[in-house]
């Protein structure tokens, strides 16, 4: 499992429904499989979610034995106590939720991409606090930057399509 972004907020905070985000982040044309704890994201513990490229492009198919999902991580109470706690993060808070969200194996570039433009698209609809992680420990980043270099939906559904995996942050 390869985990990317760590994502703090307030308990009160309404995130976006699943239609909205997957639409926002990766655009409406992509077919997508998900598994959710509840329809309702506000009251789910998880969510795991995928572009079956293999549906755009049947090229997809060889470049996957299992295509990764994107698994989102919906901690509330102590159990970001918990998450925090274990992977030091001093939180400014204790009315915090938290969204962990991470890739299983096998994962390529663009499923990098997939994950993040999620992140970025939830650090749009709420306010946030955001951490990420190449490999422990999580450290804050700075949205306002980060994110500046990340590409479009027009360029990520261009890969796709094209069946470009090894794309990445744009330099």
Not at 143 to 151: C, E, G, N, V
């Amino acid at each position: 499992m390869y985990c990317k972004y760590l994502i703090l907020f307030d308990d009160v905070v309404k995130l976006p429904q699943r239609a909205d985000l997957i639409s926002k982040a990766w655009g409406e044309r992509n077919p997508v499989s998900f598994f959710q704890s509840d329809e309702d994201l506000n009251k789910a513990t998880f969510l795991d979610v995928s572009i079956n490229k293999w549906e755009v492009n049947p090229k997809w198919s060889d470049e996957y034995d299992v295509a990764p999902l994107v698994r989102i991580e919906i901690l509330r109470g102590s159990a970001v106590k918990d998450f925090t706690s274990e992977n030091h993060i001093i939180v400014p808070s204790d009315t915090l939720s938290a969204l962990v969200f991470s890739l299983d194996d096998g994962y390529k570039n663009i499923d990098i991409l997939l994950l993040t433009r999620l992140v970025y698209e939830i650090k749009n609809f709420i306010e946030c606090i955001v951490y990420g992680c190449n490999s422990l420990p999580y450290q804050e980043i700075n949205p306002d930057t980060f994110f500046d270099k990340l590409p479009g939906i027009r360029d990520l559904n261009a890969n796709i399509l094209n069946c470009i995996s090894n794309c990445s942050l744009q330099s």
